[in-house]
């Protein structure tokens, strides 16, 4: 298992990091997962006033959003 992944994703907390690195496949499947959906609500609501823009961070991962952030 590679968990270059573990050091390289920013802004994951230190539970994060330490699942990150129980589960580093895991953990690459949840962030392409996350990418996709992103992804595809940018697609969704392309014509909308909120087009999930807020989702995207500059040079960072969209998990780290304040909107995605709400579930825990």
Known sequence: MDTTICRTVPGLTKA????????PDATLVALEGLNQAVKECQYQFHGNRWNCSSLETRGQNPYISSILKKGK
């Open 16 to 23: 994060q990091i330490e699942l990150c690195y129980q589960q």
